[in-house]
C-alpha cells in the first residue's frame, strides 16, 4: 500500500510503498476515502513537541474510510462500516482518568498517526473499541475534518462555558477555528473571531461571526474588549502563535475562561495580578471523548457544520505542509483518496 512516512524529523515525508497492516485483537482494517491534514501532523512530522513519535511512522488522525477485515474479539464493527480514525485512537479504559470518564487523559493512551500509523496511507487500523462511527448519509469528505478540528473545538468550546448569548472568542481561524465559529453559533454563542488574515476573518464571518479583529497590525485586545462590552465571557485558543495566548487573557470578561486548544511549542506569560483579581480560569483542552465525538458528528450530520476544505492527493502531502507552514490554506485540506 502507498503511504506518506516520516523517516526523520528535518526531512519531507517520503510517499511510498509500504506493508499493509493485519489486524490484531479488536483491530479492524480500514481502506481509506478521505483524511483531514491537521496543524498537529505538522508538529508530529517536524518533531516539535517534548514528548516526540518515533520514526518511521505514518500520520493522520482525521481518516474516514471502509471496514475491509476485522481481527478477533470484535463484535460491534463489520465489513462494509464506514469509520474513522481519532487522535485518540484507544485509551485502557481502566486508568484513573479513564474511570472518571476523562479518557482523553489515559495514561496508557495511543494516539493516531503519532504512537501508532495514522490515515496518511491507503489504509490503517483502528482499534474497534474506539474509532468513531460515521453517521449514515454524510460526505466521508466533509466528515473528516469533525475527527479532529470539529471534536476539538465542540469540547474546547463546552470548556469555555459560555452559556447562550454570551460572547466567545475564537482566536486562531484555521482548520480549527473555522469550524470553531460554526459550533460557536450553533452552540448560541457570539462570536468575535481573531487571525492575522483578512481572508480568515472573512471566512470567519461567512461562518457566522459577528465581529472580526486583526492582530497582524496591533493588539487586538481593546477592539475585542470594545465590542464585547467589557471583555468575551471564554475565549478559545486555537493559533499557532505564543502571542495569541499572552493576548487571550487581556480579552477575557471578569469572571471568564479561556481555553487553550492550539500547541505552538512556547511558553506564555500571565499577569498573577489580573489573573486573581478578575477570577479569570485558564484550562488546557485535548480532543474530546468518544461521547464528545458523537456528539461533534451530530451537529455535523443535521447540517449545522459545513467545512470549508480543498481536496488534495497523498503525492502532495509535503507542499500541503508548506502551505500549513505558510498560513495559506483556507480552512481545512483533505486528503481525497479516490483521485
Ligand atoms: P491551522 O494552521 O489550520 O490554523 C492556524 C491558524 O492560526 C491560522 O489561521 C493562522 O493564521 C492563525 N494564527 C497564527 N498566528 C496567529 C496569531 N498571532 N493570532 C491569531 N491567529 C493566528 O492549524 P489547525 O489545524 O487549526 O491547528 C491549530 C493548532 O491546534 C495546532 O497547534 C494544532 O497542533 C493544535 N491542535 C490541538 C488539538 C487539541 O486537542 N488541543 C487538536 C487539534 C489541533
Ligand atoms: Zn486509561
Ligand atoms: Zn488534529
Not at 205 to 218: F, L, M, R, S, T
Not at 240 to 269: C, N, W, Y
Not at 281 to 295: H, K
Amino acid at each position: 500500500m502507498k503511504a506518506a512516512i516520516v523517516r526523520s524529523f528535518d526531512a519531507p515525508l517520503d510517499v511510498n510503498e509500504m506493508e499493509k497492516p493485519t489486524p490484531g485483537p479488536h483491530q479492524a482494517l480500514v481502506k481509506l476515502v478521505a483524511s483531514g491534514v491537521c496543524h498537529t501532523d505538522l508538529h508530529a512530522a517536524e518533531g516539535d513537541w517534548p514528548v516526540k513519535p518515533a520514526p518511521p511512522f505514518v500520520p493522520g488522525h482525521e481518516g474516514v474510510g471502509v471496514v475491509e477485515a476485522v481481527g478477533p474479539d470484535v463484535d460491534d464493527l463489520k465489513v462494509g462500516d464506514m469509520v474513522g480514525n481519532a487522535w485518540m485512537w484507544s485509551a485502557c479504559g481502566k486508568c484513573e482518568f479513564c474511570r472518571q470518564g476523562w479518557e482523553t487523559l489515559c495514561v496508557d493512551e495511543q494516539l493516531g498517526g503519532y504512537t501508532v500509523n495514522g490515515s496518511f496511507g491507503e489504509y490503517m487500523l483502528v482499534d474497534a473499541r474506539y474509532a468513531p462511527r460515521i453517521p449514515e448519509g454524510v460526505d466521508p469528505i466533509e466528515a473528516a475534518p469533525i475527527l479532529c478540528a470539529g471534536v476539538t473545538v465542540y469540547k474546547g468550546l463546552k470548556e469555555t462555558e459560555v452559556k447562550p448569548g454570551q460572547w466567545v472568542v475564537i482566536s486562531g481561524i484555521g482548520g480549527l477555528g473555522h469550524v470553531a465559529v460554526q459550533y460557536a453559533v450553533a452552540m448560541g454563542m457570539r462570536v468575535v473571531a481573531v487571525d492575522i488574515a483578512d481572508d480568515k476573518l472573512e471566512l470567519a464571518k461567512k461562518h457566522g461571526a459577528e465581529v472580526v479583529v486583526n492582530a497582524k497590525d496591533g493588539d487586538p485586545v481593546p477592539a475585542v474588549v470594545e465590542a464585547t462590552q467589557g471583555g468575551a465571557h471564554g475565549i478559545l485558543v486555537t493559533a499557532v502563535h505564543p502571542q495569541a495566548f499572552d493576548q487571550a487573557i487581556g480579552m477575557s470578561r471578569k469572571l471568564g475562561t479561556i481555553v487553550f486548544v492550539g500547541l505552538p511549542p512556547a511558553k506564555t506569560e500571565v499577569s498573577i495580578f489580573d489573573i486573581v483579581l478578575n477570577r479569570i480560569t485558564i484550562r488546557g483542552s485535548i480532543v474530546g471523548t468518544r461521547q464528545d465525538m458523537v456528539e461533534a458528528l451530530n451537529f455535523f450530520a443535521r447540517g449545522l457544520i459545513k467545512p470549508t476544505l480543498t481536496t488534495r492527493t497523498l503525492d502532495e502531502i509535503n507542499d500541503i505542509f508548506d502551505e500549513m507552514h505558510r498560513g495559506a490554506i483556507d480552512g481545512r485540506i483533505v486528503i481525497d483518496y479516490s483521485k
